[in-house]
T-cell receptor, first 114, second 109 residues
């Protein structure tokens, strides 16, 4: 059983650019949640996808958008990058949106905006 | 008031010490509670769930007090390998996990 994989592991972008981060969910999982973790902070919920539809969103601007594909993998897109977008972006998959199912986290993508 | 608040840390303790972390939450609708462990520059990993009756897993004991909206984690006989950040996590209803800021623990030889 493969776990959650994220790509790339590290990325450096310039302010104003756009970035796409990718996540492959664990086998058997149909729900993907994205989190942003700034240095010294806990992960903050960005949004969740369930069966290719957005299923909840945190307090992030519309320039943060996402997709989920039929194979349940997911993408996080961020437009017009700002310096404060520098963070570790974590993807977590689960068997369903409910909290009763365990979340498996990927090892994250570390984004640096310069 | 933040949804989840934790002891600021860092906690620097000698090997073999007992250390306790506290966490308070503001959303009384929260139904599930967890402690996650995060090593430096790694992803969070589930350490244990927290139940009203309290639960123990080896050297780790978690307690939940719903009346006071308070969660705790006790680590006995600390090991060097326990050094990490401990995240208090709750699930308010059928919504994704809400994380605290985390408390950093350093166990010193």
């Amino acid at each position: 059983e493969t776990g959650v994989t994220q790509s790339p592991t590290h990325l450096i972008k310039t302010r104003g650019q756009q970035v796409t981060l990718r996540c492959s969910s664990q086998s058997g999982h149909n729900t993907v949640s994205w989190y942003q973790q700034a240095l010294g902070q806990g992960p903050q919920f960005i949004f969740q996808y369930y069966r290719e539809e957005e299923n909840g969103r945190g307090n992030f601007p519309p320039r943060f958008s996402g997709l989920q594909f039929p194979n349940y993998s997911s993408e996080l897109n961020v437009n017009a990058l700002e310096l404060d977008d520098s963070a570790l972006y974590l993807c977590a998959s689960s068997r369903a949106p409910s909290r009763d199912y365990g979340y498996t986290f990927g090892s994250g993508t570390r984004l640096t905006v310069v | 008031r933040k949804e989840v608040e934790q002891d600021p840390g860092p906690f620097n303790v000698p090997e073999g010490a007992t250390v306790a972390f506290n966490c308070t939450y503001s959303n009384s609708a929260s139904q599930s509670f967890f402690w996650y462990r995060q090593d430096c520059r790694k992803e969070p990993k589930l350490l244990m769930s927290v139940y009203s009756s309290g639960n123990e897993d080896g050297r780790f004991t978690a307690q939940l007090n719903r009346a006071s909206q308070y969660i705790s984690l006790l680590i006995r006989d600390s090991k060097l390998s326990d050094s990490a950040t401990y995240l208090c996590v709750l699930a308010p209803g059928n919504t994704p996990l809400v994380f605290g800021k985390g408390t950093r623990l350093s166990v010193i030889a």
